[in-house]
């Protein structure tokens, strides 16, 4: 799922997603007209962009993330956190398995912990993946 940011001129293309405008509007076009579904596939799409603490302001299929909005990680909190309170589901990202598309490769110790994490919660969680 996604959402344009102002038609015509982002309805496609790479200025489609993004991710201030898609957290700001997530709660009046997805919680209170019940699509939670939708709602959560954003959330978790974005979530899979997680870098360096910041949500992509815009994204591009997956591809070629630009984190240049200071406030859109804080729009997706604030998204989370509507999500829950409207869903009663305080733990969907605790059992949620979000693959991650880019990793921090600082240190190759962190990766292996984090593929070992993986492996441990593929047992026990359900999975999406929203990049694929």
Known sequence: YSLAAGLPHFSSGFMRNWGRDTFISLRGLFLVTGRFAEAKALIITFASCFRHGLIPNLLVGCNNPRYNARDATWWFLQAVQDYMTFTQDSSFLLNTLIYKKYHNTSSSE????????????NNS?????PCS
């Not at 292996?112 to 919660?121: A, M, P, T």
């Not at 969680?125 to 993946?129: E, R």
Request: proline share 0%.
């Open 110 to 121: 962190k990766l292996k912990q984090s593929n070992n994490d993986n492996n441990e919660l």
């Open 125 to 129: 969680s359900s999975q999406i993946s």
